[in-house]
């Protein structure tokens, strides 16, 4: 990828394609959509903000807790935003009958598969309901599938395809997590044509920079990296799983891509003391106690180097000794 960066880097003295057909061929073929069916975001962030101000509904329903800046982005349009508690008694799951029962024309709501920060995936049959009903009261519903790359068996998951079914669907992807271009800023989102037009409206015309087009039509085709990325994530993610679990009075959540969820029973004092010592030596994690819907001691962990994990745990046992 950094070939394909430095390679167009003569390229920046011109405009990029407004259209980034190229990449648009790419994504299409990687992801098996039509190209009419694809729109692009300067990172998946930016279509949030450009779904709420082109379909301006008035109520987005959220299931937390979840990704702050969808709540963010419907704010700044003027959007009423409902939670929908996602209770850990219940694995983090929606109560989907009393979710549907809120649907209406003016609503969206916004899904994430995995959800950030739970690891929480959706499954077909349960998203497929979700939907059905969603159809039938004209409610939009947005599938953040930002994290799902990181999987294996993604295609298992991925609610991409559905939108030949359920034309107010519309799937977000974010290229900057499983292909790390953050400082890129890369994303797409899938839906039906005439929604995609709309959208396409709402955004700025070179919004998609030259080296991020070119380097996001080689990050697809790297499939190398693809199959390490995946292998290395599983066998990482399971191991760190299991070394944190084995700390007195950490709740461990499963997790299900890079990331790790879990729950200091010692409560909010001893968290603040161990995001202390951790920064101390260098090592952040992120507090999720402040998302809405997690009112105890959440820490969510990255996944990283083997090397990496063992110094976080080390310093874990060293803070539990004290």
Known sequence: M?????????????????????LKTAIASFYDVPQKKIVLGNGAAELFYCFFYIVRPKRLLLPVP??????????????????????????????????????????VILLCSPNNPTGRLWERKELCV????????????????????????????????????????FVVQSMTKFFALPGLRLGFGIAE????????????????????????VAALSDTVYHEAARSFVRREKKFLAAELAKLPGIEVFAPSVNF???HLQQGKVFLQQLIMALRERGILLRDCSNYSGLDGAYLRAAVRSRAD??????VMHEVWKE
């Open 193 to 216: 044509p005439n929604l995609c037009r709309q959208l396409e409206s709402g955004k700025d015309v070179w919004n998609v920079n030259f080296l991020a087009q070119a380097a996001g």
């Open 309 to 314: 994990n063992e110094r976080l745990l080390e």
């Open 260 to 262: 790790i969820l879990f």
């Open 66 to 107: 979840s990704f702050s800046e969808y709540e963010r982005a419907a704010r700044a349009a003027g959007v009423k935003v409902i939670y929908l508690p996602l209770l850990k008694k219940h694995g983090f799951s929606l109560d989907l009958e009393a979710a549907v029962q809120q649907f209406s024309k003016e609503d």
């Open 2 to 22: 950094r070939e394909a960066i430095f390679s167009h880097v003569d390229g920046i003295v011109n405009y990029p394609d407004p259209e980034a057909r190229a």
């Open 130 to 169: 979700l939907l059905e009903k969603a159809e039938e009261r004209g409610t939009y519903v947005v599938m953040d599938e930002s994290f799902l790359d990181f999987r294996e068996d993604g295609e298992g998951y991925t609610s991409r395809h559905l939108t030949n079914e359920y034309p107010h669907l």
